[in-house]
Every structure is written in structure tokens, then in C-alpha cells.
T-cell receptor
Framework: AQKITQTQPGMFVQEKEAVTLDCTYDTSDQSYGLFWYKQPSSGEMIFLIYQGSYDEQNATEGRYSLNFQKARKSANLVISASQLGDSAMYFCAMRGNNFNKFYFGSGTKLNVKP | DTAVSQTPKYLVTQMGNDKSIKCEQNLGHDTMYWYKQDSKKFLKIMFSYNNKELIINETVPNRFSPKSPDKAHLNLHINSLELGDSAVYFC??????????FGSGTQLSVL
């Protein structure tokens, strides 16, 4: 069975500082993909970043980077230089060999303080 | 050009009614999904269709019936609505192992 765990229900960060959102996963699949999505208060789901299980380099997309530690089964999202607009819910997700099924974590609500 | 569009955005209805939510994607994807997001923001997959064929049917009450007339459309019909059905319903699509593209969500409120 696949499982995604986000242990931080809520977090605060000061504007312009970096923040790490934790995500651990459990799977027996050899090949899988890890994703992060942002959901602002307006409700839409915005794709941020993707990491494949065979990718050796950590993924980066602008201010977002994914700290992938395969042996520890963790895929933490790092947001550098936080902005007020980063305040949102953040979801970690995984897809295993059954590419039709995405599993989502419970989310972390990030609040960026001015 | 909206990639995944779902209508309506808001749906307020009485218990016992039947309602439908429509979804269309213009991305040429072969797989479409329905997700339910509850009041605690937890996202749970309900159904997945691949090339019009039902692939995933999670433990969803049979009052919920998806219909995929073609690859680009996946509708959700709900019979005999209950208070517990109040949630945000997201349609999404993807191609093979790639990321999910989400619609903007339908906020369903059952009174």
C-alpha cells in the first residue's frame, strides 16, 4: 500500500526566509513519482515540482526545490526567500506503478508573516 | 484556454436531490479523475477513467456515478444527496506518468 505523510499541519515563516515542508512516503514500487501542489485560499490546485524516483539530482523550479532522500523515503519541499503570496496549503503527492492513482498527503498550511 | 474546466463552480442544493458536475479537458490526456476534498482539506480519489474505461473506483457510495462519454469528458452524477456529500469536488486529468492537471473545483453544499 502507498502512503504519504505530512506531519506539519501548520507552519509559520518570516517573509524572505527559507522554509522546509516535510513529506515522507511509503511504497514498495521501484518506480514512482513525487509531486508537490500548492492550494491558495482561492482553492485551485497549482503544480509546483516533480521528482522521479530514478532522478539522481534534486528537482528545482525557481524558488522551489525538492530535497529527495530516497533511502529515508522523504521528499521535502524547500521554499527559498518566502513571499506573502506563498501563504497556502501545500500537498505532497505520489504516484507509483499504477499511474492512474495519485496519493495525497494531508497537507501543510503555510503562513508567511510580513 | 482553460485546460481542465468543470461546471458549476458552486452548487447549493437540498438533501435528497440529484445533481451533476461536468468536466472537460482540452489537453489530449488519456486519464481523468474525480477527487473529493473534505472540510479538513484531505484529498481522496474517487474515480479514474483511462480512455473512457473505469480504472479506479474507490469505496464510494453507489449514489455517485461517473460517466465518460469520450476521452475529453468525465461527468459526475450524484443521486439522493446527503449532508455528508458537502465538499469540494475536483476533476483532474493526466497523461501516463505525468503530473495531474486540476480543474478549479466545485463547491457542493447540501442543505
Amino acid at each position: 500500500a502507498q502512503k504519504i505523510t505530512q506531519t506539519q499541519p501548520g507552519m509559520f515563516v518570516q517573509e524572505k526566509e527559507a522554509v522546509t515542508l516535510d513529506c515522507t512516503y511509503d511504497t514498495s514500487d521501484q518506480s514512482y513519482g513525487l509531486f508537490w501542489y500548492k492550494q491558495p485560499s482561492s482553492g485551485e490546485m497549482i503544480f509546483l515540482i516533480y521528482q522521479g524516483s530514478y532522478d539522481e539530482q534534486n528537482a528545482t523550479e525557481g524558488r522551489y526545490s525538492l530535497n529527495f532522500q530516497k533511502a529515508r523515503k522523504s521528499a521535502n519541499l524547500v521554499i527559498s526567500a518566502s513571499q506573502l503570496g506563498d501563504s497556502a496549503m501545500y500537498f505532497c503527492a505520489m504516484r507509483g506503478n499504477n499511474f492512474n492513482k495519485f496519493y495525497f498527503g494531508s497537507g501543510t498550511k503555510l503562513n508567511v508573516k510580513p | 484556454d482553460t485546460a481542465v474546466s468543470q461546471t458549476p463552480k458552486y452548487l447549493v442544493t437540498q438533501m435528497g436531490n440529484d445533481k451533476s458536475i461536468k468536466c472537460e479537458q482540452n489537453l489530449g490526456h488519456d486519464t481523468m479523475y474525480w477527487y473529493k476534498q473534505d472540510s479538513k482539506k484531505f484529498l481522496k480519489i474517487m474515480f479514474s477513467y483511462n480512455n473512457k474505461e473505469l480504472i479506479i473506483n474507490e469505496t464510494v457510495p453507489n449514489r455517485f456515478s461517473p460517466k465518460s462519454p469520450d476521452k475529453a469528458h468525465l461527468n459526475l452524477h450524484i443521486n439522493s444527496l446527503e449532508l455528508g456529500d458537502s465538499a469540494v469536488y475536483f476533476c483532474a486529468s493526466s497523461h501516463s506518468y505525468e503530473k495531474l492537471f486540476f480543474g478549479s473545483g466545485t463547491q457542493l453544499s447540501v442543505l
